[in-house]
């Protein structure tokens, strides 16, 4: 299937009660065009390439309606830094429908951008250029890098300009996951008391994304823990590459475990775990090193909004509920630890791994580029001290690194490993390309200013293959130039 009239609307969310959600049409965009398609995230529907035509891009920006589309803007509540606001919901989004693809999966079309809904609390409902490129080259780039994700269909610009700071282009972004539900979405039905509503969101969930609950002992415990595991294996894959999402917001969080809401994310150019990529996080509450217990935090809220489902008694709910929080550490520490081993080539676990990655850390923090020593460590020769003269130049204290470098080279021959195959092994998880600020931040000026949109693609498809060497793209592996440093990114968008 390539034709875009053949796509198959079910929508089965907009049965859930009319309190979940606005009907909304979409606010046509003026002198829509298209900036960029992704057919990867087309063809998870069944769209080639072919189907980006001028009617695909009328049908996406409001000036054309397909058989079945039925937007939706989506309610929920959450927790925004730390405080409950009551209702949230999708102020600059609707929901367009739900498709079934041929392989029987459900797949949410998401336009962010399309105007205002009930929950556009006296905004526009649109998004801008700037943060618009940073959603849709972010989450293609997640996915390259093997990581759950929301997926980006295409971006989309028009002739018209929003007050944010400044007068800026417009733009939407067509989104996908099988689902956009978030914690948010259930902590709305809990403390607006309509628990009804409460256990038919949780029968939808389990019903469409995890069937395998229902035959539970209590299918909402277990889908509390399936979402706790989820989370924590998220989490652990985020500090893995040194991906910052800077709005843990509990309506930022996937019922599905995907990284979801793309705003001012950042990626680890030096490594640094009080790294804090949203400008408006002026506590640092959602730094790179705190993103493990936050996500213990947003559990506890979810757990909080499905006490009414666990158990009959309080206290046995409660009791329940609060399983969840060693729950979640547990997998934390051992998703966290895996992927630990995997960046240093380690094939077998040892007790002491934990304190020679922590040591890592340790001397890494404030002066090395942490994406480039991982992928640099491949090379590392644990027979020849002299060969890893790349490495340790990348430290201040190299005597310190020299001492590391023996105990790592002690643990590699304890469990008899090979440089060479070693190296394979730790290319395939150690990125040579990540979305930086200043990789994104070109993108966006050539597209403001020029209306240039190249440079998008061109990192659309650098970061599909971030593990494999690509010479031609040997720009791209640099250093960030100094005035990366001066580049701000907040929530404004």
């Known amino acids: 299937m390539n034709n875009l009239e053949q796509l198959q609307f079910e929508n089965p969310y907009h049965r859930l009660p009319d309190e979940f959600f606005d ?11 298209l900036i960029s398609f992704s057919d990867s995230a087309a063809q998870l ?3 080639s390439e072919q189907a980006a035509t001028d009617e695909f891009v009328a049908v996406m920006t409001g000036n054309k309606s397909l058989s079945g589309m039925d937007p939706i803007g989506m309610c929920y509540s959450g927790h925004q830094f730390g405080g409950y606001v009551s209702r949230l919901g999708d102020g600059r989004a609707l929901l367009l429908g739900q498709v079934r693809n041929q392989q029987g999966e459900l797949w949410d079309l998401h336009l962010k951008g399309s105007g205002p809904t009930l929950y556009s609390r006296g905004g526009d409902g649109r998004a801008v250029l700037r943060s618009s490129i940073r959603e849709y080259l972010c989450s293609e780039a997640m996915h390259g890098l093997g990581i759950a994700t929301t997926r980006a269909l295409c971006l989309l610009g028009g002739d018209e300009r929003v007050m944010r700071e400044q007068l800026e282009p417009a733009a939407m972004v067509v989104r996908m996951a099988q689902s956009h539900i978030r914690f948010g979405s259930f902590e709305y039905c809990f403390y607006t008391g309509k628990h009804d509503n409460l256990r038919r969101l949780a029968d939808y969930v389990i019903e469409h994304f995890y069937p395998h609950l229902a035959d539970s002992r209590n299918p909402y415990v277990a889908l509390l823990f399936e979402v706790t595991e989820q989370t924590a294996a998220l989490i652990a894959s985020w500090q893995a590459v040194g991906f910052a999402h800077g709005v843990m917001n509990t309506d ?4 599905l475990g995907l990284t979801l809401d793309y705003g001012p994310f950042g990626f680890l150019d030096t490594y640094d775990p009080a790294y804090i990529c949203n400008h408006s996080d002026y506590q640092g509450r959602y730094a790179f ?3 493990p217990d936050i996500g213990l935090f947003n559990i506890s809220c979810l757990a909080q909004a499905l006490l009414p489902l666990l158990a009959d008694e309080e206290q046995e709910a409660m009791a329940l509920a609060k399983q969840s929080f060693p729950h979640y550490r547990r997998s934390y520490q051992a998703h966290h630890a895996m992927h630990c081993r995997a960046k240093l080539g380690l094939l077998s676990e040892n007790d002491s791994d934990e304190m020679l990655w922590d040591d890592l850390l340790d001397l890494m923090a404030g002066q090395v580029d942490f994406s480039r020593f991982f992928r640099a460590l491949g090379d590392f020769d644990s027979q020849t001290a002299a060969n890893n003269t790349p490495l340790r130049d990348m430290f201040l204290d190299r005597a310190a690194f020299d001492a590391w470098a023996l105990r790592y080279a002690e643990r590699l021959a304890a469990e008899l490993s090979e440089d060479a195959s070693r190296k394979l092994r730790m290319n395939s998880v150690n990125p040579r390309y990540i979305l930086r600020n200043h990789m994104a931040e070109t993108a966006i000026r050539r597209a403001e200013d020029h209306g240039d949109y190249t440079e998008i693609n061109t990192l659309l498809n650098l970061l599909r293959r971030p593990y494999d060497e690509q010479p031609d793209m ?12 001066g580049i701000s990114i907040s929530c404004s968008s």
Request: charged share 10%; hydrophobic share 45%.
């Open 23 to 33: 009907r909304r049409m979409i606010q046509p965009f003026a002198g829509a065009h």
């Open 45 to 47: 529907i069944g769209l």
């Open 252 to 255: 930022n969080m996937s019922i």
């Open 289 to 291: 090193g705190a993103q």
């Open 474 to 485: 040997a720009d791209y592996d640099t250093f960030p130039p100094a005035w990366a440093q």
